[in-house]
C-alpha cells in the first residue's frame, strides 16, 4: 500500500530530482508535478476538511481566512493511512533522498501543517519560518523542509495565492521572486533557513464560487543542523508589503517619491525589529543555557544509602518544590525503606501527595503539620536506580495571597529524602555484640 502513495514519477527521477533541488535559486528547493499517485490526490480532495469559522485564528489571535487542521490522522481513515505512511521510514528516507538532508524526523502532530485552505482575500506576506519545535519523546529539534503539496484544479495564475520565493524581500527593487501556481498535485519543496524568504499574494476575491486555495503541508525537522546555520530560536518573520504607486493613482513624481520613501521607512523599522528580536533571541536562549547547567548542579535534599543521579524536577534551592516533583537515585547500599521528611507550608490545608516509583503509584500521604517523616518499603541492592515522582494535590502563589512578595508556584517543602536500611532487631544484636 505505501509504495503507492507517490507516483512512479517521483520514485525513478529522485537523483535528478536532488540534483535541481540543491542547484535551484533563490534558495534550495524543487517543484515537482504529479507528486502523489491520482488516486491519493482524490482521496485528499474527497476528505478534505471544510472551513470551520470557529477555529479560524491566526497566530496573532484574529480572525482569519484561512482553515487549517493539524490532526491529519482524525480527518478521516483515508488520512490517517497517509500518515501512517509520511511517519514511515520509506517515506522518510525519500525525502532524505530528494534533499541531501540526513536524519530527518517527522512531526506527528504536525504543528503548522496538515491541511491549509485558503479562503478570498487571504495570503500571507513574504516570510521564513520558526526555526525550532518541541516534539514530544524526541525533544528540541530544527525545521529544515517544507513539503507542500496543491490540491486545486485548473487553478488560474491570475486568481492570486500563487507561491512567491524570494531572494531578499526587505530590498524589492533587486529582490529576485520565483513565483510558482498552486496546481493540482504540484509538490512544492524547500529547504528552511533564514534566507527561505517566501509568501503568496491574497486569492483574488473574483475566484469562481465554491473555489479555494487547497494544499496539504508536511514539514520536516532534524536533530541538529548546519553550524554556520544555527540561530537563536524564533518565530514566523515577515516582511510587510505595500501596493504599487500605480495601484493607489498616484500621478506625479513627487508623490511617487514621497510614498516610496515612506514605504522604505516602515520597512527600515521593521527591519530593525527583526534584528533586534533576533538579538533579543539569542539573550533569552542563553539565559535559558545557564538555567539548564544551574539545574544540573542543583541537588535535591538525599540522605542515607542515596545518591542523585542526574537532574531534578520541580526543586528550589532553598527545598520549595512546586506540584510535580521528579528525581532519579541510586543506592549507595541495601535499601528497603525510603523515608520523607516534609516540611508543611502554612497556607495550603490539607496537602496531600501521591507517591510514584519507577511511574508506578504507591501510596497517597495525607501531610498532617504535626506528623513529617513518613516511609514506604521497597527493596534495593547497592547501585540500584530507582524514580521518584511526587505528586501534590495543591499549590498557591504567595505573592498572588498577599503574604509574601515570591512569585513561585509553591506546594511544599521537602526536607529530606533517605533511603533506609532497617534491620531485625536479632540482627541487630548480633552485628553489634
Not at 520514485?11 to 533563490?26: K, M, T
Not at 472551513?51 to 485564528?57: G, K, V
Not at 547547567?293 to 542543583?298: D, N, S, V
Request: glycine content about 8%.
Amino acid at each position: 500500500m505505501n509504495k503507492n502513495f507517490l507516483s512512479s514519477k517521483v520514485l525513478s527521477g529522485i537523483d535528478g530530482f536532488r540534483d535541481s533541488f540543491v542547484s535551484a535559486s533563490p534558495f534550495k528547493h524543487l517543484v515537482l508535478d504529479g507528486f502523489f499517485t491520482d488516486e491519493v490526490v482524490e482521496g485528499l480532495l474527497a476528505d478534505f476538511p471544510k472551513p470551520d469559522p470557529s477555529t479560524m485564528i491566526n497566530e496573532h489571535g484574529q480572525a482569519s481566512k484561512k482553515h487549517v487542521v493539524s490532526c491529519v490522522s482524525e480527518i478521516s481513515e483515508f488520512y490517517a493511512r497517509l500518515d501512517n505512511y509520511i511517519g514511515s521510514e520509506s517515506f522518510i528516507k525519500i525525502m532524505e533522498d530528494l534533499t541531501g538532508i540526513k536524519g530527518l524526523l517527522y512531526d506527528p502532530g504536525y504543528y503548522g501543517g496538515g491541511t491549509h485552505n485558503n479562503l478570498a482575500g487571504q495570503g500571507m506576506n513574504p516570510h521564513v519560518d520558526f526555526n525550532l519545535l518541541d516534539i514530544p519523546e524526541v525533544g528540541q529539534v530544527h525545521r529544515r523542509i517544507n513539503a507542500i503539496i496543491y490540491l486545486n484544479e485548473d487553478w488560474q495564475e491570475d486568481w492570486g495565492g500563487n507561491l512567491e520565493l524570494h531572494s531578499n524581500p526587505w530590498k524589492p527593487d533587486t529582490d529576485e521572486v520565483l513565483t510558482v501556481v498552486p496546481k493540482k498535485n504540484r509538490m512544492v519543496l524547500f529547504e528552511t533557513n533564514e534566507i527561505s524568504w517566501h509568501g503568496f499574494k491574497p486569492v483574488s476575491d473574483k475566484i469562481p464560487e465554491g473555489v479555494t486555495r487547497k494544499s496539504f503541508a508536511i514539514y520536516m525537522y532534524t536533530k541538529e543542523r548546519p553550524a554556520e546555520e544555527v540561530v537563536p530560536s524564533h518565530g514566523t518573520f515577515y516582511v510587510p508589503e505595500f501596493p504599487q504607486s500605480s495601484e493607489l493613482g498616484l500621478k506625479t513624481k513627487v508623490a511617487k517619491d514621497e510614498y516610496r520613501d515612506a514605504a522604505e521607512r516602515a520597512r527600515t523599522m521593521v527591519y530593525n525589529l527583526y534584528q533586534k528580536e533576533k538579538a533579543l533571541n539569542g539573550n533569552i536562549d542563553e539565559i535559558r543555557r545557564e538555567l539548564d547547567q544551574m539545574k544540573e548542579l542543583l541537588r535535591a535534599p538525599i540522605g542515607g544509602g542515596f545518591r542523585q543521579i542526574g537532574p531534578v524536577k520541580g526543586f528550589h534551592a532553598d527545598g520549595i518544590v512546586s506540584k510535580d516533583v521528579s528525581l532519579r537515585v541510586m543506592a549507595t547500599t541495601p535499601v528497603n525503606e525510603i523515608r520523607f521528611q516534609f516540611y508543611s507550608i502554612d497556607f495550603i490545608d490539607k496537602q496531600s501527595v501521591d507517591i510514584l516509583i519507577n511511574g508506578e503509584f504507591v501510596k497517597t500521604i495525607e501531610l498532617d503539620p504535626d506528623v513529617q517523616r513518613y516511609s514506604v518499603p521497597i527493596s534495593l541492592q547497592d547501585g540500584d536506580c530507582v524514580n521518584i515522582d511526587l505528586k501534590f494535590a495543591k499549590s498557591a502563589i504567595p505573592s498572588e495571597l498577599g503574604i509574601a512578595e515570591d512569585a513561585r508556584n509553591i506546594a511544599g517543602n521537602i526536607i529530606l529524602i533517605e533511603g533506609m536500611t532497617t534491620l531485625p532487631r536479632g540482627l541487630l544484636k548480633r552485628l553489634f555484640a
